[in-house]
């Protein structure tokens, strides 16, 4: 009789548990977009300086090393892993997507074909991994103006961006873009405790 209240008693908790992380997801939903925001504001002014007062060859060096210093202080901080991916990798040692980050391009692409903008598009979960359950968030990057500087087609990209890119990233895929395209996306996966 007691074996069988202890197995109830297991059951209650881990769906307690499980409810408690559902409710608990829109909090740390706004917690990782408050995150998020922060990061690419910090990313999107330092490169515009730089490029204003260097030139864009100069502002390849804030995407290459400021944005994972960046990424790399904000998860030692959080206690999260802050990172972006692309849908096309410019570096393939770094915003590589995992099959989650897959998943979720996949379908902020097909939410964009049906008309919902990029600048609020992101997506959240608690998902149960193999070494343990995460709060996963990712916020869509959409392709801006500016970014063709670097990501646009090979032709509309100047001579010195074009050359250094090649040189910094044999195995760049990160060009062709469009303005209004879907980039990638900064993804958080912040592990939870289990109960």
């Not at 408050?34 to 864009?56: D, I, R």
């Not at 994972?68 to 570096?91: C, F, H, M, Y």
């Amino acid at each position: 009789m007691r074996a069988g209240r202890d197995v109830v008693l297991a059951l209650v908790l881990g769906v307690s548990s499980v409810a408690v992380a559902a409710d608990d997801v829109g909090q740390r939903s706004q917690e990782a977009m408050a995150v998020t925001q922060s990061f690419m504001k910090e990313l999107g002014k330092t490169m515009m300086g730089t490029m204003k007062a260097q030139g864009p060859v100069a502002a390849i060096k804030v995407c290459a090393e400021k944005a994972p210093e960046l990424t790399a202080a904000i998860s030692r901080r959080q206690g999260w892993k802050v990172t972006r991916v692309g849908t096309r990798v410019r570096n393939p040692m770094l915003g590589m997507p995992d099959v989650w980050e897959q998943k979720v391009l996949a379908q902020f692409q097909a939410r964009l074909e049906r008309g919902e903008p990029i600048k609020g598009m992101y997506f959240s979960e608690v998902v149960n991994e193999p070494d343990g359950r995460y709060f996963r968030f990712a916020k869509a990057i959409g392709v801006k103006p500016k970014c063709l500087i670097c990501h646009g087609a090979e032709a509309d990209i100047p001579a010195p961006v074009r050359q250094h890119l090649k040189a910094q990233y044999p195995f760049d895929r990160a060009t062709g873009y469009r303005v209004g395209e879907l980039r990638g996306a900064v993804t958080i996966k912040q592990p939870l405790i289990s109960m």
